[in-house]
């Protein structure tokens, strides 16, 4: 029987997903807390290990990085290096830590999907608020400041005007924040979430923002449709899944009036589906353990 590990941040609905689909396939599947993993170098006669409690994770077939919970820099760190461990020992993680670690970036993704390419906004990225004010006046004066570590749309802001964005600009420097300007975006009211993997797109919806917001996050009540793929957007959302070596991705992608084109706004690594699944019908959770069983049958790459 195939073993699937999943490393979370707790439980919640998609591991009750998960563990529905494992059940459905046969998978012995668990759900682990991430920020229990430890490790055991260069012990003579038990060798060397990453284990959560006594359970060593190479034990299974595979693992699936859900959720990462808050942490240190030391804890961060010590997660990715676990987890690089795991992938060299041929054990297929899904996400490997490099695409997770660059995917929660979001100036080192976009500059990955420029270098290959790819549609993105216009963008600045820096640490002065006195040149952000500048940034900002080159951008057209209607930015959105996003917080370089962020998802869900949580910690974006929209500005429009010059004083409004001096004092967030400075506030920002203050904190020790780097500061991340994006040209906003004329589109039609909607954006595309495209849920690639394995090369492939497997799902993708249409979603609109809540009244009163200009964001279409579902987690800030925007509603998701099924809709149909164009081949172009399905070319843009593998290839930056891609450029981030993302195995799973949630692509967001928008269409951009001005220059009559889409756009990549985000590259997801460790992406939800419960707004997918709900509207398209697609078994996201079958689909991932399918994909990570199959891998663990190829053996090291």
């Known amino acids: 029987m195939t073993s699937i590990i999943a490393l979370s941040s707790g439980t919640g609905w998609h591991i009750e997903d998960l563990t529905r689909a ?8 668990r759900a682990l807390p991430f920020d229990q993993i430890s490790a055991l170098v260069g012990e003579s006669n038990r060798g060397s290990r990453v284990q959560v409690g006594s359970l060593d994770l190479s034990t299974a077939d595979g693992v699936l990085v859900r959720m990462m919970p808050p942490g240190s820099l030391e ?9 690089d461990r795991l992938g060299a020992s041929g054990m297929p993680v899904m996400n490997s830590p490099w695409s997770v670690e660059v995917s929660v970036d979001k100036y080192r993704t976009l500059a990955l999907l420029a270098r290959a390419g790819l549609p993105t906004p216009a963008t600045w990225a820096g640490q002065s608020a006195s040149e952000a004010l500048n940034a900002f006046e080159s951008l057209g004066r209607d930015v959105v400041v996003k917080p370089l570590f962020g998802a869900e ?12 964005g001096w004092r967030i600009f400075c506030s920002l420097e203050r904190l020790g924040s780097v500061l991340y300007l994006q040209r906003v975006i004329r589109h039609p009211g909607h954006d595309f979430r495209v849920f690639v993997l394995g090369g492939e797109v497997l799902g993708v919806m249409r979603r609109h923002s809540a009244a009163g917001e200009w964001r279409s996050n579902i987690a800030l009540g925007g509603r998701a449709e099924a809709c ?16 981030v070596g993302a195995e799973m991705a949630g692509v967001d992608l928008i269409p951009d009036l001005d220059q009559g084109r889409l756009v990549v706004i985000e590259v997801n690594a460790v992406p939800g589906w419960r707004a997918l699944s709900r509207v398209t019908g697609v078994d996201v959770a079958g689909a991932l353990l399918d994909r990570l069983a199959r891998l663990s049958r190829r053996g090291p790459q």
């Open 22 to 29: 494992a059940a459905k396939a046969g998978v012995a599947f």
């Open 75 to 83: 804890q961060v760190v010590f997660r990715m290096d676990a987890l």
């Open 153 to 164: 749309g949580r910690g974006i802001v929209r500005v429009s005007d010059r004083e409004t």
């Open 228 to 243: 149909p793929l164009e081949p172009e957007a399905a070319r843009l959302a593998i290839a930056a899944a891609q450029a």
